[in-house]
């Protein structure tokens, strides 16, 4: 179940489209000969407008199904080596967001948040594999009512500089909701238990709360 359409734009796009259209405004009304800056402004909106889109989306029906976080391509699917975001080796489905894709964040899996972890870091180009552990990071954990434990991560890229986490640590999630997004074009990587069967592959287009990323037994 997708719940209650949320709002066409995340929130966070407000300052930059009323202050891209007031911008605007005022340089055309007191700058006559000003109408081309005045243009910037208005595209600066018009950008906001479409980049912060915010479409419902509807999670597939099914038992154990993980719907993907983002928007965006694969670039890694495969196993995972013990790490940062599990004790035991599992598997691990990296998604690169461009700055097309829509960059609202949904929840992969129904359950609670056990663990958010920030962490600081750097801002090399969100597609190459080092992202994964040297860029700025927060990693969210969510348990299944199976007890099944799954993390996603928003990594910062060379131009996104700002994660945005709509959750804390205790909250219930519903597969599919929105909890936040990363401006402006990122990755985001997935953490899953060893015994998940792989629905992707790299190259593969896949949309945040639809498309199913694997099947947990």
Not at 19 to 35: D, N, Q, T
Not at 41 to 64: C, E, H, K, M, V
Not at 170 to 183: E, L, P, T
Not at 184 to 212: K, N, Q, T
């Amino acid at each position: 179940m997708s719940g209650k359409k949320g709002p066409m734009l995340a929130p966070e796009g407000w300052p930059f489209i009323l202050g891209g259209a007031a911008f605007a405004v005022v340089v055309y009304l007191l700058w006559p000969r000003g109408a081309p800056l005045a243009a910037l402004g208005l595209l600066l909106a018009l950008f906001s407008l479409w980049f912060f889109r915010n479409p419902d989306r509807t999670p597939p029906s099914g038992t154990g199904l993980v719907v993907s976080p983002a928007d965006g391509r694969i670039v890694y699917a495969g196993v995972s080596p013990p790490g940062r975001y599990a004790l035991a080796a599992g598997k691990r489905v990296s998604i690169f967001m461009s700055g097309i894709d829509v960059h609202v964040n949904r929840a992969p899996v129904s359950g609670r948040v056990t663990a958010i972890r920030y962490h600081k870091g750097e801002f090399h180009v969100a597609s190459v594999d080092k992202a994964s552990l040297m860029n700025e990071q927060n990693g969210v954990t969510i348990a299944t009512p199976e007890g099944r434990t799954v993390t996603y991560v928003q990594i910062a890229g060379i131009v996104a500089r700002r994660i945005v986490c709509d959750l804390k640590e205790g909250d219930a999630v519903r597969q599919g909701q929105r909890v936040g997004m990363i401006r402006f074009g990122s990755r985001v990587d997935l953490y899953l238990p060893a015994d998940v069967r792989l629905s992707v592959a790299p190259g593969d287009h896949v949309r945040a709360g639809e498309s199913v990323i694997g099947i947990l037994p």
